[in-house]
């Protein structure tokens, strides 16, 4: 089974930075297109930027030109670099498979993300 592992949250100023990270084990991390996700205070869960195997990236509109997905195969980690953060920014982050073999994992915890005014 896929075990994710997300850190690098807290509590950040509105226009201000941070930096996440997944670390993935228990599957072959190349076969998967990986997803970083975002669930606010009373909202559903929701994809906000994705990765492919080779690199390729994709993102929703509102995070466009202000994150910056990224992933490191020989160590099995995923990155979601943030930048230029606003206060609907905050919310659990989470990062699972979006493609591949078995996708999506069990969600893991998750890392809380507060921006503040």
């Known amino acids: 089974q896929a075990q994710v592992l997300e850190s690098g949250g807290g509590l950040v100023q509105a226009g201000g930075s941070l930096k996440l990270s997944c670390e993935v084990s228990?599957?072959?991390?190349?076969?998967?297109?990986m997803g970083w996700y975002r669930q606010a205070p009373g909202k559903q869960r929701e994809l906000v930027a994705g990765?492919?195997?080779?690199?390729?990236?994709n993102y929703v509109d509102f995070v466009q030109g202000r994150f910056t997905i990224s992933r490191d195969n020989g160590k099995k980690t995923v990155y979601l670099q943030m930048d230029s953060l606003k206060l609907e920014d905050t919310g659990v982050y989470y990062c699972?498979?979006?493609?591949?073999?078995?996708?999506?994992?069990?969600w893991g915890q998750g890392t809380q993300v507060t921006v503040s005014s």
């Open positions: 990765v492919s195997s080779v690199g390729d990236t």
């Open positions: 699972n498979a979006l493609r591949g073999p078995g996708a999506t994992w069990k």
């Open positions: 228990g599957r072959i991390f190349t076969l998967y297109t």
